[in-house]
């Protein structure tokens, strides 16, 4: 009992040290949160895709009406040419991205899409754009191309590759609080003082943990917050399920990142590390790319990857999917209880080094 | 509440062939400390020799590789959670947060030491009282000069009441106003019969706080003992340094004639510094200081030799030091070259 009640007065001393040293550097949070709107934002609206690509039209006769199709999508501007040779001229001088000749002869009924052909990603966003309009007017173009899909869902690419960042993000700024939280009074010296307190070690990894995790997690809310309105993604209807996951996946980088922290020990080290893992992870956890379309040996990689199961939780959230939430969760506390388990090890073994 | 050294007492800090070994490299190696309570004991020693490995094991952030030590009757090896909160450590890093205040600082100790209500306070009134921090307990502990921020950690160290106190070189960097700061401060705790162990390599920090002096090379204990006990064991020490004008060199032949009639009568050590044109000479056994001091002088008078300064002194820690921890015949030399240090900044 009495080591509770130690343990106890030490971790709420350092949440209570944390949380004021936290007020004190407000440029800090801002920065957290800019950082956090601009991957939203950009890395966001940038992956799911372009809106309004410049794409020329050669129809004179008014054949088709690729016109309004391809400006109703939003993801066509569209140009009409009555000039061929002057479209081409502009497709090569790179002011429409793509050029659609319909064949003026009725019989013929065929439209040619022309590319300049030197850049494979822009050739992709307009056979992608091209088949999403195809297929939504199959029927009123009265074309032999049809898609449907299990399930009816409301969401476009961007909001599922946000609920991707979404997950990322949980993992960026856990080991970004967590670096700067931790290795800072490792590097200050504090740590020593924390330590030679009474339960002072066990006291500093709960306490440590739990400010990181709720200061990684508000700055990701209020950055979910301020960038759904603007970006126009969707946070889903299950609020509490967001909340819930996002809680849970912070928590769990925070506790691996404790564990980079106890062998990465300088912040210079440290900080390289979790960013370089951060861009592979970020490629090989199905966030942008689900991994069902990802070669079979990162499938695999991405099925011992927290970030996997992080993604996925966070997808159900936010987009409502099914999600295996129960086997994700329990993952994740592995993950977590694992990481505090060793870090506690180490920590305790290797004292004297800070 | 103890204010001086009691060796009949328990003794507040004992180790017993104390060792730690970093691979094959012996950092310390067996030693036995013995320090009562309210007593001041100071490690000295170069770097590299041992001192802060010692505060790291004494301070179970490091585990001995052999032997034992106990704080205050306890084992620290058996009992190590249990004697955390018996002492507090200021180390030769600041470590204090430098965004929170000077009493937040000292309020977050307090708290992580379980002190609650208006205990905490006391408290703090009490490990500032009589410092300049009394004035700057709002201000931001990372706009206090490093002096300051010195005294702070050692107000934080002192925050639980500690018994023993184990300072790492704690006026390292600091200037000479902040060490004097510092010096007072740790007077203050001694009056208070707290026990400090004070590792340094600032020989004149040691000779004005310590009750007792430890000197380490190597990892072992070289020599112990008070100042003045020490100060015995090199009477032999004793010498005068003259540094001649550039007129005259101090290896000339010339003035090695002259130098011939101090041999005649004394059994002495002679020796030159050419880069400073001075001459060392040993004190002679079995006579007294004064008597050779108005020999050199007549010496120097009768035979005309020009010089800008003479030095004589008492050996101090410095010589002492020198003296145990290196060995071979530059210590002499080393010794005196100090004293006319000493002598040009005005001391002597």
Redesign the interface.
């Known amino acids: 009992m009495a080591i509770i009640?130690?343990l106890y007065?030490?971790v709420?001393?350092?949440v209570?040290?944390d949380i004021?040293?936290w007020t004190?550097?407000p440029l800090y949070f801002l920065a957290s949160v800019l950082m956090a709107v601009l991957i939203l934002v950009c890395v966001g609206n940038t992956i799911s895709g372009a809106n309004d690509m410049p794409f020329g039209l050669y129809d004179p006769g008014g054949i088709s009406e690729l016109s309004r199709h391809l400006t109703e999508s939003g993801r066509f501007r569209v140009r009409v040419y009555d000039d061929l040779e002057k479209a081409k001229s502009d497709l090569a001088h790179e002011k429409i991205v793509a050029l659609a000749n319909v064949a003026q002869d009725p019989l013929e009924d065929s439209v040619q899409i022309l590319t300049a052909g030197n850049n494979p990603l822009v050739d992709d966003q307009i056979s992608m754009g091209l088949l999403s309009v195809l297929t939504q007017k199959a029927k009123e173009l009265s074309l032999p191309l049809h898609s449907a899909a299990l399930y009816q869902v409301h969401f476009g690419l961007k909001d599922y590759i946000t609920a991707g960042l979404t997950a990322y993000l949980c993992y960026v700024l856990a080991s970004m609080n967590l670096g700067f939280s931790w290795i800072y009074e490792w590097m200050?010296?504090?740590y020593?003082?924390?330590?030679?307190?009474?339960m002072?070690l066990d006291?500093a990894i709960i306490a440590k943990t739990f400010t990181v995790t709720m200061e990684a997690s508000t700055v990701l809310w209020l950055a979910l917050c301020l960038t759904s309105p603007i970006s126009g993604f969707t946070l889903g209807n299950n609020f509490p399920f967001l909340v819930g996951s996002t809680l849970l996946s912070v928590f769990t980088f925070t506790c691996l990142a404790l564990l980079f922290a106890c062998f990465l020990r300088t912040i210079r080290i440290y900080t390289m590390t979790v960013s370089i893992l951060g861009v592979a992870l970020m490629f090989v956890s199905g966030i942008i790319t689900p991994i069902k379309a990802m070669p079979y040996w990162e499938q695999k990689l991405a099925a011992i990857m927290p970030l996997y199961y992080a993604c996925d939780l966070t997808k159900g959230a936010m987009l409502g999917i099914p999600c295996e939430a129960g086997r994700d969760v329990i993952v994740l506390l592995g993950f977590a209880f694992i990481s505090l388990f060793l870090s506690r090890t180490v920590l305790a073994r290797s004292?004297?080094s800070v | 509440m103890q204010t001086s050294a009691q060796p009949g007492a328990l003794p507040s800090l004992r180790t017993e062939n104390l060792t730690k070994m970093f691979g094959s490299r012996v950092s310390v190696d067996k030693l036995n400390l013995c320090i009562y309570p309210g007593e001041l004991y100071a490690l000295l020693g170069d770097n590299g020799a041992g001192k802060t490995t010692t505060i790291g094991m004494l301070t179970t952030l490091l585990a001995p590789t052999s032997g034992r030590f106990f704080i205050c009757g306890h084992d620290g090896i058996k009992d190590g959670r249990r004697i955390r909160g018996l002492f507090g450590v200021v180390s030769q890093d600041l470590s204090v947060y430098n965004e929170l205040t000077v009493y937040e600082n000292l309020r977050f100790l307090a708290e992580l030491y379980g002190l609650k209500g208006d205990t905490i306070d006391k408290r703090i009134e009490q490990v500032i009282a009589g410092s300049s921090l009394v004035s700057r307990l709002n201000d931001r502990a990372g706009n206090l000069s490093g002096g300051m921020q010195r005294r702070l950690s050692i107000a934080c160290a002192m925050i639980n009441e500690p018994k023993v106190l184990f300072m790492d070189e704690p006026t390292v960097g600091l200037d000479p106003a902040a060490r004097r700061e510092i010096w007072s401060s740790l007077k203050d705790l001694k009056k208070l019969g707290v026990t400090i162990l004070l590792t340094t390599h600032y020989l004149e920090e040691a000779e004005i706080l310590a009750d007792r002096i430890g000197i380490i090379r190597g990892g072992k204990l070289i020599v112990e003992g008070s100042v003045a006990e020490l100060s015995e064991r090199i009477q032999g020490m004793r010498g005068l340094s003259i540094k001649l004008k550039d007129t005259v060199s101090a290896d000339g032949a010339e003035i090695a004639r002259k130098l011939e009639k101090i041999k005649e009568r004394f059994d002495i050590l002679i020796r030159h510094d050419c880069l400073r044109n001075t001459i060392y000479l040993s004190q002679p056994e079995h006579v007294s200081v004064n008597e050779f001091l108005r020999f050199v002088f007549d010496w120097l008078e009768s035979e005309d030799i020009p010089f800008t300064k003479f030095a004589s002194g008492e050996p101090n820690l410095e010589d002492v030091f020198l003296a145990v921890a290196r060995s071979g015949p530059e210590v002499e030399n080393q010794s005196l070259e100090s004293s006319l240090e000493k002598v040009q900044g005005g001391h002597h």
């Open positions: 009640s130690t007065d030490a709420k001393a350092i209570a040290k004021l040293a004190r550097r200050e010296k504090t020593r003082q924390i330590v030679l307190a009474p002072g006291a004292q004297a």
